[in-house]
Nanobody, 115 residues
Framework: QVQLVESGGGLVQAGGSLRLSCAAS????????MGWFRQAPGKQRELVAS???????NYSDSMKGRFTISRDNAKNTVYLQMNRLKPEDTAVYYC?????????WGQGTQVTVSS
């Protein structure tokens, strides 16, 4: 099993920045896709961004240009740099690890953007 631990969430003013981290441990294979999803109260969980082990990225259109996903394969860690944050970015952000039929989720970290 893969364990995912997120960190870096918190309260930030609109226009500010925040960086989330997710460290993976356990039965990790070198080839995988890691990413970030978010879920606001009353809303469906949505993709924020993902990145493959060889660096191919995918962003939701609403986040592209403000958020940047990256990873350090040696540390089994994925990052999400969030800039120019907006109140509508407020949500619980979840780390995701997947490959073929295997998929794991972190516990989530709260991001709150005040106006």
């Amino acid at each position: 099993q893969v364990q995912l631990v997120e960190s870096g969430g918190g309260l930030v003013q609109a226009g500010g920045s925040l960086r989330l981290s997710c460290a993976a441990s356990g039965s990790i294979r070198s080839i995988n896709t890691m990413g970030w999803f978010r879920q606001a109260p009353g809303k469906q969980r949505e993709l924020v961004a993902s990145i493959t082990s060889d660096g191919i990225t995918n962003y939701s259109d609403s986040m592209k240009g403000r958020f940047t996903i990256s990873r350090d394969n040696a540390k089994n860690t994925v990052y999400l740099q969030m800039n120019r944050l907006k109140p509508e970015d407020t949500a619980v952000y979840y780390c995701n690890w997947r490959w073929v039929t295997r998929e794991y989720w972190g516990q989530g970290t709260q991001v709150t953007v005040s106006s």
